[in-house]
């Protein structure tokens, strides 16, 4: 193939590949700080999702959690795989979202209660483009857990489709000790749902 040929098929390749992320950005945009739905995922996706909105996969048939590793809101550094051997609470969350805001002390105080039992909360701050509002939204709901830094909804990108993935702003994610996705759900969360979700993790052997 010539150079002049070439060129052209590098152009047309790397069109397709900024249209597709453009594609993804957009459906996290579209999906950002609405109430969530039940539905997700695409093709053989073997999870069931209850009339709570909550969805969960047997322990048999779960799916890895992506690398969830970065930069943190405050400027440090976390990688959610440090935290296998324990559950994983992974809430999905913007400061200028208000059932973000909602939610946010129920995740505080069920934190403070679930900590000393083998669980881990983590935070994905998405679509802040400063880390400014973040830390002020910490502040002001005493969130002491820490959060990744996601402007951009890279990490959000990194689930697989078919699995239980994150679709909508706030989404919570259960991760079991293994490090694979146990449930979810694309709605903000009463302490006491909360609860509900993270129970049958907790009580796996």
């Known amino acids: ?42 093709g053989d996706t073997n999870f ?15 799916a890895d959690a992506p690398d969830l590793s970065g930069q943190t809101v405050d400027g440090g550094r976390l990688d959610v795989d440090d935290y296998q051997g324990k559950v994983v609470v992974l809430n999905i969350w913007g400061s200028w979202c208000p ?40 502040k002001e709901f005493g969130v002491s857990y820490p959060s990744l830094y ?9 689930f697989a489709k078919g699995t239980l993935n994150p679709q909508a702003i706030p989404s919570t994610l259960i991760i079991d000790r293994d490090g694979r996705i146990a449930a979810r759900t694309l709605q903000a969360l009463s302490e006491e749902k909360l609860r509900a979700m993270l129970a049958p993790v907790l009580a796996e052997k």
């Open 99 to 138: 059932p973000c805001r909602a939610e946010a002390k129920n995740f505080e105080t069920v934190y403070q209660d679930v900590k000393s039992k083998g669980v881990q909360f983590v935070g994905i701050n998405t679509r802040d483009t400063s880390t400014g509002p973040a830390k002020a939204f910490e």
């Open 150 to 158: 996601d402007p951009t909804g890279k990490l959000m990108l990194r």
């Open 48 to 62: 069931v999702t209850g009339s709570n909105g909550i969805a969960a996969v047997k322990k048999a048939e779960r």
């Open 1 to 42: 193939m010539s150079a002049a040929s070439r060129a052209p098929l590098r152009s047309r390749r790397s069109r397709a590949t900024l249209l597709s992320a453009v594609a993804a950005a957009a459906a996290l945009t579209l999906s950002a700080c609405g109430s969530g739905g039940t539905s997700g995922g695409s």
